[in-house]
């Protein structure tokens, strides 16, 4: 706690102190949404004892989100302690436990550290011992089963010479310049690392150990590109010999590579078709190894594979799936093609991990009384266990909404499907102001939770309004046809889905059609960038990271393979097609938009360039509509800053409240928003009790 706490008014935003203790159970506020704890990759030691997983916590004085550990003794249900941190900045990825779990790998870059370095933190005498010393940062660490060694991967390192010239300024980075990637090998007795997988002529993009420790599966892609794992292929290098097997060769990417318990087969996920065409549900595929043709899995089934697993006899495979509004886990069968389901309910099953030695699985679980609980399901139990308890006490301080997933007819008579979400202080028979909020992707869909910062969807509903989640034509987890009804036209059903699905809750005397609102980030920001150049029937409405313009859109995004089907080509190939870009682009009729409208965006952003949002502000600003845009500096496609992030939830209610309600929004600050910077950087001088 600072010293000084001062209550500051600016605009419409006051300052709060330290909550009064024990209070009645509130709806969540915008400082409440950012400072959620979450949880993510939980890993279980490999006796089955133990946890570790990651728990975020938001600082505002450094004005980020850090990653710390949490590590639990399962037999007896008490907190083990972990290494001390260097500094309030320090963050940690994914610990990575080692065979015999006496400790686990974490990546760390310290006060010593050029780059992120691979340290090895010993539960048994609790200390923490630097291991690399690498001269590029070190990710995606895999060890051995014998422990003697582990794996990791790396950007090539550019000579000393050429680091020193560019870190001087005395270069200019070609524009896409990005180096290769290759597989290192860390042996412990030695201390020293070793290339194990790396070539001129490509980038190690994926790689997996086989369960034997014999074998790395690993993609090959021509570039360091995103779009280059389109033109690569899955190899397989024998550890012992050094011999290398290319296992594919095609037009597509293969993502999670995984070989057999036996290495007699691999399995794959690529976005195609059983006769390789692009542009399909992430399907998952088997191939046995030095045949051609991979056998495509469950060719009937509405469902986007996120990840699966080899069982522990390689019979089958565990499949974590996309099915709408939800995420479950599967066995599939192999040797009679049965796909039984092993979770259900109104949640999302994630950050899943199997550990075939234990036969045990870990996941978090989401819902919307919280945003993810850790389970465990082990060897001969029925279901799945809770194991942490982050949100136990929520009930008594949050008074979060009801959600339900609800259905209504889309043109051709498709049945579409999305979450509705009520408003906190919801009495039945009245109709709410109701916010719609279409997901990212769109090759994505909203599910039960949605806790994102950008959506804020509990904070909303704590203010009166409904939120409707529909998931349109163009998303995933209901099959390919329903996903690939965008192919050709990015606008062909979608945007109507969303509108039909907004009168069917109307029809309903739920939504109040005199108080509507859009929302979106990302692809849900070309949605709403669409919708307000269709229908003057939104009071308001917030766009995040929208585009407006396909072409400019299309060569300035980080990525284009996914859009290419979309428009049928690219628009500086011969014979382009320039009508589809200029037919399907939002900027063309922002001269029709009315609706009060928001723009947000990241400074950085690569994905959804800053362009994007700065040519739809300015169309709109030129219709004569009231608008406004934040670009925010130094920010990725997704905000990163908490003070950015709670900036932008209050922006969004301010705005609403005055085109919705004719009212203003008076907003809560964390009390360190009334500090000097001075203060906040100097920590030493406040000796607070």
């Known amino acids: 706690m600072s010293c000084r706490l001062g209550i500051l008014f600016v605009a419409m935003f006051v300052l709060s102190g330290v909550a009064a203790a024990a209070e009645a159970p509130r709806p969540m506020t915008p400082v409440d949404m950012v400072e959620i704890r979450r949880l993510s990759d939980p890993a279980l030691s490999p006796d089955g004892g133990k946890l570790l997983f990651r728990r975020s916590q938001t600082d505002w004085r450094e004005n980020r989100v850090v990653q710390r550990y949490r590590l639990i003794d399962l037999n007896t249900g008490n907190d083990l302690p972990v290494f001390a941190y260097e500094d309030a900045k320090e963050s940690v990825g994914r610990g990575v436990w080692a065979p015999d779990g006496s400790g686990f790998v974490t990546l760390l870059e310290r006060e010593d550290d050029e780059h992120e370095q691979a340290y090895f933190f010993s539960v048994e005498t609790g200390t923490l011992e630097a291991l690399t010393s690498h001269d590029e940062d070190v990710s995606d660490v895999v060890w051995a089963p014998n422990g003697g060694h582990f794996y990791f991967s790396a950007e090539r390192a550019r000579s000393p010479e050429r680091r020193l010239l560019l870190d001087d300024d005395w270069l200019i980075r070609e524009y896409e310049d990005r180096p290769f990637r290759e597989v290192w090998r860390f042996d412990l007795e030695t201390r020293e690392s070793t290339r194990v997988i790396g070539g001129d002529a490509y980038s190690v993009r994926r790689y997996a150990l086989s369960r034997d420790g014999s074998k790395i599966i690993h993609m090959r892609a021509p570039g360091p590109l995103g779009d280059d794992v389109h033109n690569g292929d899955l190899w397989l290098f024998d550890i012992e010999t050094g011999d290398e097997v290319r296992l594919t060769n095609n037009r597509y990417s293969e993502a999670s590579p995984a070989l057999s318990p036996d290495n007699g087969s691999f399995a794959f996920i690529a976005t195609v078709n059983e006769d390789g065409e692009a542009y399909y549900e992430d399907n998952l595929f088997v191939q046995t190894v030095g045949e051609e043709t991979p056998r495509l899995l469950m060719p009937d089934e509405a469902m986007e594979v996120l990840d699966f697993s080899w069982s522990q006899d390689g019979d089958g495979l565990f499949v974590l799936g996309n099915i709408g509004v939800r995420t479950e886990l599967f066995h599939y069968s192999l040797s009679d093609d049965a796909l039984t389901r092993l979770t259900e309910g109104d949640h999302v099953v994630g950050d899943w991990s199997y550990l075939p030695s234990l036969n045990a699985h870990t996941a978090i679980v989401t819902t919307a009384a919280n945003p993810g609980e850790i389970f465990i399901k082990r060897d001969g139990t029925e279901g799945f266990e809770q194991i942490s308890d982050e949100y136990d006490a929520w009930p ?180 382009a097609p320039l009508k589809s870009f200029h037919r399907q682009s939002m900027l063309k009729d922002a001269w029709r938009v009315t609706t009060p409208t928001l723009f947000f965006v990241g400074g950085d952003d690569v994905r959804v360039p800053p362009t994007q949002s700065i040519l739809m502000y300015r169309g709109v600003k030129g219709a004569g509509a009231a608008t406004e845009l934040y670009v925010a500096p130094g920010q990725p496609h997704g905000f990163r800053k908490p003070s950015y992030r709670l900036f932008k939830i209050i922006r969004d209610l301010q705005w609403f409240a005055r085109y919705v309600h004719d009212a203003d929004y008076v907003a809560t600050l964390p009390a360190i928003a009334s500090e000097p910077k001075e203060e906040k950087e100097d920590e030493d001088e406040c000796q607070c009790e």
Do not use: C
């Open 396 to 575: 008594e301080r949050f008074t979060l909404p009801k959600q339900e997933a609800v259905q209504w007819r889309g043109r051709g008579r498709v049945t579409i499907e999305g979450l509705l979400v009520y408003p906190v202080d919801y009495e039945q028979g009245e109709a709410f102001p109701l916010v719609t909020i279409t997901h990212g992707g769109p090759r994505s869909s909203s599910q039960f939770g949605s806790w994102n910062n950008s959506r804020h969807v509990p904070v909303l509903a704590g203010e009166g309004y409904g939120v409707f989640l529909p998931n349109h034509r163009g998303g995933t987890g209901y099959g390919d046809a329903f996903m690939r009804d965008m192919v050709g036209n990015y606008f062909n059903n979608a945007h109507h889905d969303i509108l039909d699905g907004i009168d069917a809750l109307i029809d309903r005397g739920l939504a109040d059609p005199d108080r509507l609102v859009k929302m979106g980030w990302s692809a849900g920001g070309h949605m709403t960038n669409k919708l307000i150049t269709v229908t003057d029937r939104f009071k308001a409405a917030s766009s995040g990271a929208g585009a407006a313009d396909w072409v400019s859109m299309y060569g300035e995004s980080d990525v284009r393979h996914n859009r290419t089907p979309v428009f049928g080509g690219a628009p500086w190939e011969r014979r």
